[in-house]
């Protein structure tokens, strides 16, 4: 395989804004499919689970590869649902190139800066897509200033629209210099090059020098050119721009509309001229597993050793838990032996898959630059490296944010309760943000999620998928614990264990903090590792839940001041001991506080019900930051505490007659106000 003809990418968005609709019209025009599926009618090829089809949303990202003209391209199709963010968080891990779509008339929505940010964080360079250029309400100037006010990357439209709302008929092609209009009798599959009319000239001129002064950036020739009087050659352009992208400091931007079947070949054209193969990316680094810091580097060739990470986990009941895996380097074929990192552990890879949606095909190898799914890996998780046994590599782990919502969970019969905790651990196993404990007090199950709509699919899942009928209870707000004043500490720790006595005295300071990292920990370098270790991991164990009320410890920076310590008394026990002794006693006399999820929301309302919705989100204690026109509508911003959002979605659909649509995710954690603590300790306690 030519890796340079390779493109692994990701197509993401804000809910709604047409990410599954502009994927089903790719498998068509690429001929995977021969009848473009709906979501609206539960027949997209991408969403295949039973409630993927019936909410009309997706939930979980699903791959697929197609071929476009001599190229191929590996696409996953993630969801626009915060609750689900965590896919395509993990997928922007392994992706060498992304397309988020953005809605005409909603813009850059809080869900698709979300997913921008998170592509920052990767270094992934990206192509836009502004869709459903049909609605009413479409305004592709409007989107273009929303993506340079909101975002890092300078927004450089290679096309614009041709007409807009009903009107809307194609794209003008400013690199070609051409107008491009599809033929609705052929389903889009076939479309007509011509001229630009004469009354989008003007326009098309004055985006084009927008285009050239950018480019120019990156090629010499451009500037000589218009000093010239000339026109630049496509190809010098196309050329120019593919440099910026993949330097992250551009976005090529496109138009269309998926639904009517418009505007979707130039994009797959787009992904080929502008996003890089596995062979533009950086090489990967790693480090070796007996020493963090020895950076070990694995370039993307199938001659190098094997190395591959693992950012998803599904359970087949046939062939078990499939690894959704990267090759980065080398090659794995069926029946190898590889070792998992952490841990080293080896395993036998039993079959090596590619996948299509829901569909599997066996191959006999998986190499450098491909995506597949490998079964009979044990001991892996979400975020797993893979390596050759003889040359191994650990990869950086990645990091899932915490669940804010929980709720308990029962089955109806005791005869149930193995068969339920079997699928939870399945469930735990494929969603890292979907966690599992038994409350050590009233010993009831607790499941713990991203959301409302998280935790419903998932009890949904267990019913319908696993067969285990369950009852479950409110959901509840997942509060945090700090601290409110700084405070120091000393504690000794002494004691004959066996024959031997164990020593070690710790003096640390705990302190609020409230920057980056929501816990930061300094130790004295004077210690040997091992002592360094045994403090670490009892302060990281003292974080898991506070003395108020069990929840985890948040927004709190410990420093290790002193330490105490005799050559031949000394141990880790002891150290263990002396280090969360010493914690729990400045933490209680810390002044510690509750602190509540607060959510970013943003709401579209038509203008009518404005009034309600604002008085709406004021009775949730809510606080508006900001109203912005949009034609007839109103674009509200604000904050909700999580406690006062639930069933949101309900209220709003009564209010506003079901004409409003709103996105909800996690800000941050503030201090909950004290008439409202006293009130949730005498519900609890």
Not at 81 to 90: A, K, L, P, S
Not at 369 to 378: K, N, V
Not at 394 to 412: A, K, N
Request: overall charge neutral; charged content about 25%.
């Amino acid at each position: 395989m030519d890796l340079a003809k390779l493109r692994n990418i990701g197509i993401a968005a804000h809910i709604d804004a047409g990410k599954t609709t502009t994927t089903e019209r790719v498998l068509f025009y690429a001929k995977k499919i021969h009848r473009m599926g709906e979501v609206d009618s539960g027949s997209a090829t991408m969403d295949w689970m039973l409630q993927e089809r019936e909410r009309g949303i997706t939930i979980t990202s699903a791959a697929t590869t197609v071929g476009w003209k001599d190229c191929r391209i590996n696409i996953i199709d993630t969801p626009g649902h915060v609750d689900f963010t965590i896919e395509v968080e993990r997928a922007l891990k392994v992706l060498d190139g992304a397309v988020v779509i953005f809605c005409a008339v909603g813009g850059v929505q809080p869900q698709s800066e979300t997913v921008w940010h998170q592509a920052d964080r990767y270094h992934i360079p990206r192509i836009a897509f502004i869709n459903k250029m049909d609605r009413v309400g479409a305004d592709f100037e409007r989107v273009i200033d929303m993506m340079s006010s909101r975002l890092p990357q300078f927004p450089v439209p290679v096309q614009i629209p041709w007409g807009a709302e009903q009107g809307f008929v194609g794209v003008i092609d400013l690199v070609g210099w051409r107008a491009i209009r599809w033929k609705d009798e052929t389903l889009g599959a076939e479309y007509v090059i011509g001229d630009i009319p004469v009354k989008l000239i003007p326009q098309a001129k004055r985006w084009r020098q927008h285009l050239v002064d950018k480019a120019s950036e990156a090629e010499d020739t451009i500037i000589e050119d218009y000093m010239a009087g000339q026109k630049s050659e496509s190809a010098t352009l196309r050329r120019a721009l593919r440099k910026l992208t993949l330097a992250n400091k551009i976005v090529p931007v496109l138009c269309g509309s998926a639904l009517k079947n418009k505007g979707v070949q130039p994009l797959l054209d787009a992904v080929l001229e502008y996003l890089p193969s596995p062979l533009e990316v950086p090489s990967v680094k790693g480090h070796d597993p007996e020493d963090e810091e020895k950076i070990v580097v694995r370039e993307p060739s199938p001659d190098v050793p094997f190395s591959a990470l693992v950012f998803k986990l599904t359970y087949s009941q046939h062939m078990g838990p499939l690894a959704f895996t990267r090759v980065y380097s080398g090659r794995v074929e069926r029946g190898q032996t590889i070792r998992g990192f952490p841990g080293g552990k080896r395993s036998r890879a039993t079959k090596l898959l590619l996948v299509h949606s829901n569909h599997f095909e066996e191959v006999p190898k998986l190499e450098a630059g491909e995506i597949g799914l490998i079964a009979g890996l044990r001991h892996v998780t979400t975020g797993s490296t893979l390596a050759d046994q003889k040359h191994p590599i650990v990869y950086e782990l990645m990091r899932f944010p915490e669940p804010v919502i929980h709720q308990s969970i029962e089955p109806h019969t005791q005869a149930d309760e193995a068969k339920l905790g079997k699928s939870l651990a399945i469930l735990e196993l494929e969603d890292p943000t979907f966690k599992v404990r038994s409350d050590p007090e009233t010993g009831q199950l607790l499941v713990s999620g991203m959301g409302e709509l998280h935790l419903e699919i998932l009890v949904d899942r267990l019913q319908r998928e696993f067969r285990v009928p369950v009852r479950t209870g409110k959901p509840q707000v997942s509060y945090r614990e700090t601290v409110t004043q700084k405070v120091e500490h000393s504690t000794t720790f002494s004691r004959l264990i066996g024959q031997k006595t164990h020593y070690a005295g710790v003096t640390l300071r705990l302190e609020p903090y409230n920057k980056g990292k929501d816990i930061k920990i300094h130790l004295p370098q004077e210690l040997p590792r091992e002592f360094l270790d045994a403090i670490r991991q009892s302060l990281n164990d003292s974080f898991g839940a506070g003395s108020m009320l069990g929840y985890p410890i948040t927004n709190v920076r410990v420093t290790v001041t002193g330490v105490d310590y005799r050559e031949d008394e000394a141990s880790d026990i002891a150290f263990k001991a002396a280090a969360s002794q010493a914690f729990t006693k400045a933490y209680q006399k810390a002044s510690p506080a509750l602190l509540e999820p607060i959510m970013d929301v943003e709401v579209i309302t038509p203008e009518e019900y404005m009034g309600d919705v604002l008085a709406d989100i004021s009775t949730r204690r809510g606080k508006i930051e900001e109203v912005e026109s949009i034609k007839e509508h109103k674009l509200i911003n604000g904050f909700v505490p999580l406690a006062a959002s639930f069933g949101y979605a309900t209220a709003l659909r009564s209010l506003t007659q079901g004409r409003a649509s709103f996105a909800m995710h996690f800000s941050h954690y503030a201090l909950l106000p004290e008439e409202l603590r006293k009130k949730l300790f005498d519900y609890l306690i």
